[in-house]
Structure formats: structure tokens, C-alpha cells
């Protein structure tokens, strides 16, 4: 009783922390607003560390659930965001004891007579399982994926117990609708625990995206490998997030960041097959020393995302709409996909720009200092907007705008966020979805004739507006301005 009180206390505090950041009926003008700002701030800290006390605690589902709510920034404070955040690096161990048992109760046999070593010291550890080095007998180098003991028992019981916590504070704070998390939780986490199917997924995006030669996924070794115990090859590598490690190590950051956006924009817009947990510690970068290219390294394929294909093809129109600032567009596919009335907040929270940015046109201009803040503090006021909307669209887009949030975060901290590339990767990706179901759609043979030869030549235009944005910003581009220009007075 104690510990179900401590969760309880420690739930109501983080959530009431979260109420006042969008509480309407707190008016700053009763206040200094220095002081009250100060005073939100330290409520926000406080509450976030002890969410993250209960999250380490209990473990398990809770650190998920945590992981999850660090990554939603445009809805939380920063003091939750960055409290949240080292959720997915220092989660829990297990020890040494309760991985021999794993081990020895799903693959028969003792640490010792599967691996001539293996280090204690897990490599990272998780919300669900953790990882260690090992060199098999035969002397392959491998990754042990190892899941906790308790996780899978006590996984129902907890999500079962924060459902009961969330609707008493629902019960309390009314605006507080938090209740899509735990159905999200319910339907994924079963597949999480599962490494078979978590090797599954590996091995359909390493065959779906073959053609791009950048990426590496680790092989799985199924003779090894139980719905408990993964065992995949040994990849390393820098942090996606890492700069300093890039330019030590001669990596083109953008160019990282580029191939990072051709690989989601191929997953979410062509296949609609998503990895949904880009954070930095399951995207890894290495330059390979034969050829000197720089590799993507994809880890933990746990959680995908399947998209429907009216879902992805709503998606694809909207994220068109918003490239080309089609504000008829951008509101008729928002509405499709469950925004209603709040389309505006709906672009917002998609492509984490202001309105006006998104009027103007989102590949205009970079995201500023101050835009940024200025969505943070939006985020305050239309808290209970954006938890009802949250509650209407599809839940396919709940994992969407999670891993749009984590890879914004890369981009922040590579400082390559919104550039022009990004969008025209996306735009051809879109183009390309679009192009192919309308084929698919269609009998005649002259229509999808049509089809093709307008995709031809859309990607085209694009092509060369890459050309002409990469003659803009070179030497070479700035000579033949200079030269045009010079003409251009002779003529006069």
C-alpha cells in the first residue's frame, strides 16, 4: 500500500505541476511576473524529478511512458522535457545474477558456455531490456539485447494501475486528458516485449531500404535469439546528436542530417513502415575507414508504426500543403485526419513553427531563437487544445509526431533544422506515394502513362531547384552572379 501510495503522490504532484502550465485562470497580473515565473518554473522541476523518481523506481513500463512524455516538447514545459530526457540513456540495471537467469532459462545454457566473454557493464540500458558485448565461441562479435526479469509480469499490472491514477486525476484536473498514453501503451508494449518480433521488424526495414547504402542494420543471429534474448552483430558508433564527434571524426553533419530525413521520408511517405524511436542512443554514425562514408546505424526496432493507406496518403497531401503554404489544403487534409477546428494548432504542432510561419511558407526562413520560444509559451495556453486534439487524431499519428519531436531534436542539436534540403527530400518522397497509388488506382493504360510522366516531371522541378540552391550557396554559383551582374551593367 505504501508504494501504490507513493506512485499516486508522486503522479498527482507531476500532474499538477502540468495543470498550472495550462491552467487559464492564472493571471499573471496578480503577481510580479518575475516572481511568478520563477515560481512555475520551480513547480515544473520539481514535479518533472519526481515523475522521473517514480519512472526509476518502478521501472519497466513507467520509464517508457517517461520516454514518451520527454519527447513530447510541443506539449510539456522544458523543466519536464529535459528532466525526462536521460530516461533513454540511464535507466535502470539489471544485475549480473538476473541476466544469467534470463539467459539460462530461455537459451538452456550458462553465460560461460555460449561466450568466451562477456562484459558486465551493459553498453545501455532501457525502460525494457539492456545491452552487452560478447564474443561467441565461434569468435563472433555480438550485441546481447537481454530483457529485465520482471518486465513482462509486472508490464499489465502496471499499465492497469496508471489508467486508475490518470482518470482519478482526470477527476481532479478536468483538463487533464492524458488517457491515450495507456491506450497507446496497451497496444505497443506487448510488441516491445517481444524480440522475436522486434527481429522481424530489422530485418524487413534493413530489406525495404536496401537501397540506400548508408544504412546499417545489425544481422540477427535467430539461433540465439528467444522472445527474451537478442542476439544481433556488434555496431558502433557516435551518438546522431553527437556534433563534437562528427567533426572529430571527419562526418559530414550535414549530410548526416540529410540521409536521416531521405530514411523517414522514405519509411513515412513511400512504405509507411516507421521505426518510431529515433532518439540519439538507437541512431548511431560511423565513418567506415575502407571507403570513407559515413554510416547510418539503426538500433532497436522494437516499435514500428503501420500506416494505413488513406492514412499515408491524407499525410502525404497535407505535408504538401504545408511545403507549398496551400492554406485551403493544409485545412482540408488536417480535417481528414481528425483535427476539425483545430487545424491551425494541428500545422503548428506538425512542423513546430508558429502560424505565421506556416502562412508565409515553412521552407522560407529557419526557425529563430525567439519562434521557438514562442511556441514553448503558446504551448502554456492551448494545453486543453492540444490534449483534445491528441484524443481525436488517429493513433497512427500519436507515434508520428513523437518521432517528428525526436528527430526535430537531432536536427537542434546538429543546428541543421528546417533546412531546404529536408523539404525537398520529403517533397520527393511525397511525390513518389502519391504518383504510385494514383497508378494503382488506375486501368488505363494512358492515365497511368499521365501519372508518370507528371511525377517525372515534378521530380524534376525539384532537381533543379536543388541545382539552383547549391549554385547559390557555392563559389562557383557566387562567380557566375557576379559575372550575370557584370553583364547585366555593360548591357546598360
Known sequence: MALRALKFASLTAAASGIYLYGNKFLDP??????????????????????????????????????????ALDYLLPEEYTRTLKVLHSQAPQSTRQEIEQVIREDLGKEIKE???????????????????????????????KIQHPKVQAQSSKDILLMEV????????????????????????????LDFLHEGR??????????NFDFLKVPRIYWELSTSRVLLMEFMEGGQVNDRAYMERNGINVNEISRNLGKLYSEMIFVNGFVHCDPHPGNVLVKKCPASGKAH?????????????????????????????????????????????????????MLTARSWESVNRGIDQSPVSASEDMEIRSNAAAYLPQITQLLNNVPRQMLLLLKTNDLLRGIESALHTRASASSFLNMSRCCIRAVSAYQRSKSHSLYRRAQISLTEALSLWQINLYELFLWLKGSQLGNWVIALLRRMQHFTY
Open 201 to 210: 521488424n530489422a530485418e524487413k526495414v534493413a530489406h525495404m531500404l536496401k
Open 296 to 348: 547510418i546505424i539503426l538500433l532497436d526496432h522494437g516499435l514500428y508504426q503501420v500506416l494505413s493507406e488513406s492514412f499515408r496518403m491524407d499525410y502525404c497531401r497535407l505535408w504538401q500543403a504545408l511545403i507549398k503554404a496551400d492554406m485551403k489544403r493544409v485545412q482540408k487534409y488536417s480535417r481528414r485526419l481528425g483535427a476539425g477546428d483545430l487545424y491551425p494548432l494541428f500545422a503548428c
Open 29 to 70: 497580473n496578480d503577481f510580479g511576473v518575475v516572481r511568478v515565473g520563477r515560481a512555475i518554473a520551480t513547480v515544473h522541476l520539481r514535479s518533472a524529478e519526481r515523475l522521473r523518481e517514480l519512472c526509476c523506481s518502478n521501472r519497466g513500463t513507467f520509464i517508457k511512458v517517461g520516454q514518451h512524455l520527454g
Open 114 to 144: 555460449l561466450f568466451i566473454s562477456f562484459e558486465d557493464t551493459p553498453l545501455g540500458a532501457a525502460s525494457l531490456a539492456q545491452v552487452h558485448k560478447a564474443v561467441l565461441q565461434d569468435g563472433r562479435t555480438v550485441a546481447v
Open 165 to 192: 491514477l490518470l482518470l482519478v486525476v482526470k477527476q481532479i484536473f478536468p483538463d487533464f486528458e492524458f488517457m491515450w498514453l495507456v491506450e497507446e501503451a496497451k497496444k505497443n508494449l506487448p510488441l516491445e
